[in-house]
């Protein structure tokens, strides 16, 4: 199973755009960090970080709703990948069962023409 916190940024940006690594390699490198913290907590914890940024009662409202809307999105992000890992579970788990079903058809058939 691959390892969520292993992946390699790719940058899209269009020809002669500079990337955010090249302008502000600080904030990438922050962002970078907050993305690994968050793929390491269970989902349970990113949903109660959201419930957490939305109640703060020492920030303004916008403030709190921004702050919860980042949280969201490392909880999708974290369902996602996920529910990744589950569909390929079940994609091999699904190809072992038609192997094994070809199987026993085979050899239901040899069956057959040995005992007549």
């Known amino acids: 199973m691959r390892n969520y916190r292993e992946w390699k ?21 922050l962002a970078e960090e907050e993305t690994d913290k968050d793929l390491r907590k269970p989902i349970q914890q990113l949903m109660c970080d959201v419930h957490e940024e939305a109640l ?17 999105v490392s909880l999708m992000g974290r369902v996602a990948l ?4 589950s569909s390929n579970v079940l994609l091999i788990l699904t190809w072992i069962l038609v192997t094994l079903t070809v199987a026993i058809a085979v050899l239901t058939v040899v069956l057959l023409f040995k005992t007549q």
């Open 9 to 29: 940024r790719v940058n899209l940006e269009s020809p002669g755009q500079p990337s955010l690594s090249d302008i502000d390699p600080r904030r990438r490198q």
């Open 56 to 72: 703060d009662p020492n920030r303004p409202i916008q403030h709190n709703l921004v702050h919860a809307t980042k949280r969201m």
């Open 82 to 85: 996920e529910h990744e890992r």
